[in-house]
Nanobody, 125 residues
Framework: QVQLVESGGALVQAGDSLRLSCAAS?????MAWFRQAPGKAREFVAASRGVGGNTVYEDSVKGRFTISRDNAKNTLYLQMNSLKPDDTAVYHC?????????????????????WGRGTQVTVSS
């Protein structure tokens, strides 16, 4: 069992920056961020296949968000710049602790075995 705990969410203004963190209790391979806005389905944000591996972003966050990880600390990060009101959501960390997810499957929720409870990000206009 791997536990994932997110932190760093806050209420900010449009244009501000935030850095989310996700601490994993054990070894993971591929990790990702998803988000769920009120009344909407959960959607993919970004994924990392490991240090030096592929990173993939949802189109609306490309150039603004950066996913990174510190394997020594078992921690995943999401640096979010130029935040917009549309970025308002609960951000969830996800991980696969057993296999490296193939590139074409990174956006698929079913590729991840463990999920965090989420951290709220609210962006005011």
């Amino acid at each position: 069992q791997v536990q994932l705990v997110e932190s760093g969410g806050a209420l900010v203004q449009a244009g501000d920056s935030l850095r989310l963190s996700c601490a994993a209790s054990g070894r993971t391979t591929t990790m990702a961020w998803f988000r769920q806005a009120p009344g909407k389905a959960r959607e993919f944000v970004a994924a990392s296949r490991g240090v030096g591996g592929n990173t993939v972003y949802e189109d609306s966050v490309k150039g603004r968000f950066t996913i990174s990880r510190d394997n020594a600390k078992n921690t995943l990060y999401l640096q979010m710049n130029s935040l917009k009101p549309d970025d308002t959501a609960v951000y969830h960390c996800a991980a696969n602790a057993y296999t490296t997810v193939i590139l074409s499957n990174l956006r698929n929720e079913g590729a991840y075995n463990y999920w965090g409870r989420g951290t709220q990000v609210t962006v005011s206009s």
